[in-house]
């Protein structure tokens, strides 16, 4: 009996070979951080020779892998700014800085602070007499706009200005954040390693290294908010920075094929006011890997992994929260999503999932769809072309199962496809849905070949030659077959 009735294995190998061809693979992904974390140091050492006191980093898809050169990624860089001093307390005062009190109201939304400015050579408030880059509160006390890198930027940029949230840029290749950084990890985040979770992702290692790690404040209100021009964002880049380098090679090809899946869905469905991002795919790869064993992530099972993550997807949207991971509080629906499009993109992956992600042959990426279809390798390439001409998609597919299984060593599955081919051609009505008939003997006959039964092939092959005699391809294949070169 089939233990793979969907050939749900084959499809994964299949998708894993492609989502490999087109840069999703061990190396690729080695050397896109690699030069990344190289690009870090290299700007932060050429600041410093200029004479700016900052260290860079480079966050998101391009420096993480988890991107390839059809889905046009742009370049995310932070940039932290070592000149001030972030204060969780008034003892941490630092003469001769730009010091900043964190300072967190009721009124204060969960993944924000205000920060109260405080002079350079006292641990005193300032006083407010109409600075640009402080605002004044009602109580007298002064705190940092957010909107500052904005009014630099404009004057820097000029009519080439560009912002998104906190980045501003004048490239749509370039994102550039300003950043803060906290000297300790700030409460919201220091709650996140000492939640229960299933205890084998994240692992004792990457918890201690995202220890080590830094989190930021970046100039990003929230959306609601009566005092959003002075609300800063914490930002734990750099502990999901530790996380994505911790996935496997199929654990990277889920999350490119989830972006995938998001910018189509983008593309055709949701409204532009809409902001279905690849933040929310990030988000469901680490709840998804944290709550399904390891031994689920295999090439084999690579459409079964995706369907988890699609799953994880279904169930944000139903409830209408996808927490933040490391600060759970926050809900990445707020001000992206509305909950109209929330219940329609539910719809949309409760119809993908049913149709056992046959979206997948849709994706235009890299051409990911048509390589799905039709396998680019060596081994495949001038078959997958006369493939495509084959009109009946159940033959062409149990074809390519074929090859793909034979090419694989898996033999029991290369038997069973030729099985189901005997079966598809065994009725008149299937046979009449082919639009080549010779394309598809010619096929089958080479199937046999492959089988060492040259007496099965001929009768294929000659059937061929009936139903077109001309410039077919079976003269050739009968006049080997019999000795007759």
């Avoid at 004479?51 to 860089?77: A, C, K, P, W």
């Avoid at 459409?303 to 799953?311: K, P």
């Avoid at 006369?386 to 793909?404: G, M, P, S």
């Avoid at 040259?454 to 077109?468: D, G, N, V």
């Amino acid at each position: 009996m089939d233990r793979d009735p969907d050939h749900k294995a084959w499809m994964s190998l299949r998708l894993s070979r492609v989502l490999d061809d087109i840069g999703v693979n061990r190396r690729v992904v080695r050397k896109r951080r690699e030069t990344f974390l190289l690009r870090e140091a290299v700007e932060t050492i050429t600041d410093k020779i200029s004479g700016q006191n900052r260290t860079s980093f480079h966050f998101g898809s391009q420096s993480e892998g988890s991107t390839t050169l059809g889905m046009n990624s742009d370049i995310d860089v932070l940039s932290c700014d070592n000149e001030t001093n972030i204060m969780s307390d008034w003892p941490d005062w630092e003469a001769g800085m730009d010091n900043f009190l964190m300072v967190k109201e009721e009124s204060t939304p969960p993944q924000h602070y205000w920060l109260q400015w405080f002079r350079r050579d006292a641990p005193e408030p300032v006083r407010y007499y109409g600075q640009e880059v402080g605002l004044p509160h009602v109580d007298g006390r002064v705190f940092a706009s957010n909107k500052i890198w904005q009014h630099k930027g404009k004057l820097l940029l000029g009519k080439d200005f560009r912002c998104n949230g906190p980045s501003v840029s004048n490239s749509e290749e370039w994102d550039y954040v300003p950043a803060y950084k906290f000297k300790v990890l700030p409460p919201e985040v220091d709650r996140w390693f000492h939640r229960p979770r299933r205890g084998h992702w994240p692992s004792p290692e990457m918890m201690q290294a995202a220890r080590e790690c830094s989190c930021f404040l970046v100039p990003d209100g929230h959306f609601e908010s009566l005092n959003e021009s002075i609300e800063w964002r914490v930002s734990p880049s750099q502990i999901e920075r530790i996380l994505v380098f911790s996935f496997t090679t199929v654990q990277l090809k889920c999350y490119v094929v989830l972006k995938m899946i998001k910018k189509y869905i983008m593309e055709k469905y949701l409204s532009q006011h809409s902001k279905f991002t690849s933040f929310h795919c990030k988000t469901v790869m680490f709840f998804t890997i944290e709550r399904i064993s390891p031994a689920v992530w295999r090439d084999d099972r690579l459409i079964e992994c995706i369907g988890y993550c699609l799953q994880t997807l279904e169930i944000f949207l139903m409830r209408g929260c996808c927490p933040l991971y490391i600060i759970p509080d926050v809900n990445l629906f707020e001000g992206k999503i509305t909950r109209r499009y929330q219940l329609s993109l539910m719809e949309k992956i409760k119809k993908i999932l049913n149709s056992n992600l046959m979206i997948l042959y849709d994706l235009q990426y890299d051409v990911l769809g048509q390589r799905f279809r039709s396998p680019s390798s060596d081994m495949f390439e001038k078959r997958s072309t006369i493939l495509r001409k084959i009109n009946n998609v159940l033959a062409r597919d149990l074809i390519e199962q074929y090859l793909t299984y034979g090419g694989m060593g898996i033999r029991l599955r290369q038997l069973n496809a030729l099985r189901n081919l005997a079966n598809c051609f065994s009725s008149f009505e299937e046979f009449g849905n082919l639009y080549h008939f010779e394309t598809a003997f010619n096929l089958w006959g080479h199937c046999w070949e492959m089988e060492g039964d040259p007496a099965k092939a001929l009768i294929f092959h000659t059937a061929s030659i009936i139903a077109q005699p001309r410039n077919n391809a079976a003269n050739w294949h009968i006049r080997r077959l019999t000795g007759n070169v």
